[in-house]
């Protein structure tokens, strides 16, 4: 199974993730997360296989984050709320994501994604 990435094309992060797997030859699936944004059944798949925390998902630096004053309601929201929430918006979830038979990671790092890899 290729690897799945998610990403935004004008997100320079998600820009940089992509040419890092070209560079190494690596073959994935890209997948434009705004237009094609992830369902809340496959952000909880996502979620327990990662491992992480749940809101390490958001895009906390993002207007739409912070416009809807997430910051500050995260705490008060249960998990299924907070999975509902993400899955409105392709804008609220952190990117890139990398899914692959190893795991889940939102965000670009190279040392995680060489592990999954």
Not at 6 to 15: E, G, M, R, V
Not at 26 to 33: L, M, N, Q, V, W
Not at 65 to 87: F, H, R, V
């Amino acid at each position: 199974m290729k690897p799945m990435v998610l990403y935004y094309a004008k997100c320079s992060t998600c820009q940089k993730a992509l040419k890092w797997l070209d560079e190494r030859g690596i073959a994935y699936e890209g997948r434009p997360i705004k237009e094609e944004n992830p369902t809340a059944d496959e952000l909880r798949t996502w979620h327990e296989k990662s491992g992480l925390p749940l809101k390490r998902f958001f895009n906390t630096s993002g207007l739409l984050y912070k416009e809807m004053a997430l910051k500050d309601k995260l705490p008060g929201m249960s998990e299924e709320e907070q999975l509902a929430l993400l899955a409105t918006d392709g804008m609220l979830v952190k990117r890139p994501i990398l899914v692959c038979e190893k795991g889940v990671y939102p965000g670009f790092k190279e040392s995680e994604w060489e592990e999954l890899l």
